[in-house]
């Protein structure tokens, strides 16, 4: 099946007892049992849950994969991939990843002993040169934020075959339809299904999805024993917000490209980030890995002003100050007093992330009155 059948129907099966088209909100913590040891696959909604299982094959078949678990937010199933390591482990991780991600590995799993190695990953050779007999997991995210850069998975793949260490992928930006790591030899994707997944800022969840039957039996068993789940009436929301991923994400695509292609245009715009752009350094990488650019961009402004900056923010009117990102309206953000701000000046600047850079994650709306609000928000 195709992508935009499989977002309507994997999964998905009208209710036996009813007819009920829609997956039934399971709003229940416990199931009754026949007798002792008969039940009909659910026992305690911790362990199983038909909405969420519903979700979980959902997500699953959109990533190409074999199982899938979903957890309470996106660093809950971050969480449940570390908890799979042993303390002496080590990690080698992309040096720009997600704020949280970063504190999740430096303030908790760095106590329990595990060792974390930040590189860059535009190539392979910083990954391999930390690899050793203790490499456990190298963790990837592509495209980052809020520069946009580029990880070659396959690349880096082989490298972690070599080193029989597990590759995940944080897939948040790119989501399922424009980007699928399984297929690239990655061993687990993770989803922020806060972001695009769900689609309508109106929940916090996360996502796993592996193929390799190992991996999988520790996913489900932290899983249950970690007890990160998500509600039932979430995932049901996110059921639904999936219906429509395809068509969201190709608004967001094309949105996203007309707002890089006005910016970059603009007299007061110093440098446009979006992969789309032949100049951008991982424009070619994200051609060959991933179906189309996506809705998140970056710019800076000339001069380089924090006051031209926070300026630009307050005076738009369809976009809205907010993080997050990945919903169907448009955001916009300060990267250095916002997402990234407990990001040392020195190490923020060399990652390019400068006092004026401005962040967007491009919504559904038309392009047209988005480019109007910019143009006024800038003059
Ligand atoms: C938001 C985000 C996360 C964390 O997910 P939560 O749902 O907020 O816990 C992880 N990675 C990326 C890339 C994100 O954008």
Redesign the pocket.
């Known amino acids: 099946m195709k992508f935009g059948t499989k977002a309507i129907h994997a999964g998905v099966e009208p209710d036996k007892s009813t007819g009920a088209i829609m997956t039934p909100i399971y709003q229940t913590s416990t199931y009754v049992q026949d007798e002792i040891g008969m039940h009909k696959g659910y026992e305690y909604s911790r362990s199983q849950n038909p909405t969420r299982h519903a979700l979980e094959k959902n997500i699953s078949a959109l990533e190409n994969g074999d199982f899938g678990a979903c957890f309470g937010?996106?660093?809950a199933a971050?969480d449940c991939v570390l908890k799979m390591l042993n303390p002496g482990d080590e990690v080698i991780s992309t040096n720009d990843l997600?704020g949280?991600?970063f504190r999740l590995f430096t303030t908790i799993f760095e106590k329990y002993n595990i060792k974390f190695h930040f590189v860059g990953m535009s190539g392979v050779d910083a990954v391999k040169a930390q690899i050793n007999a203790n490499t456990k997991l190298i963790w990837v995210?592509t495209p980052t934020?809020p520069m946009m850069n580029i990880v070659d998975i396959e690349a880096i793949a082989e490298v972690a075959k070599e080193a029989k260490a597990m590759i995940c992928v944080?897939n948040?930006?790119a989501t399922p339809y424009l980007q699928n790591p399984l297929d690239l030899g990655a061993d687990i994707v993770m989803h922020?299904v806060?972001?695009y997944l769900g689609g309508h800022s109106d929940l916090?969840?996360?996502a796993l999805v592996t193929s390799n039957e190992t991996i999988a039996k520790e996913m489900y068993r932290i899983q249950n024993s970690s007890g990160a789940v998500p509600a039932p009436m979430d995932c049901f929301l996110v059921l639904r917000g999936i219906k429509t991923l395809h068509l969201r994400m190709q608004r967001h695509c094309e949105n996203g490209e007309k707002l890089a292609v006005f910016l970059k245009n603009h007299p007061k715009v110093e440098n446009v980030f979006w992969p789309g752009f032949e100049e951008h350094p991982g424009h070619e990488i994200a051609k060959k890995q991933m179906n189309g650019f996506g809705g998140m961009l970056s710019f800076s402004l000339k001069g380089n002003r924090k006051e031209d900056a926070f300026d630009a923010v307050k005076k738009v009117k369809v976009f809205a100050l907010a993080e997050?990102?990945g919903g169907v309206e448009s955001l916009i953000g300060h990267p250095v007093t916002m997402t990234h701000a407990s990001i040392p000046k020195e190490e923020r600047e060399r990652n390019g992330i400068v006092d004026s850079l401005i962040r967007l994650s491009v919504g559904v709306e038309d392009a047209e009155d988005l480019i109007n609000d910019l143009k006024q928000a800038l003059a």
Do not use: P
């Open positions: 937010s996106g660093l971050i997600y949280g991600t995210e934020n944080d948040t930006f922020s806060t972001k916090v969840m996360g997050s990102l």
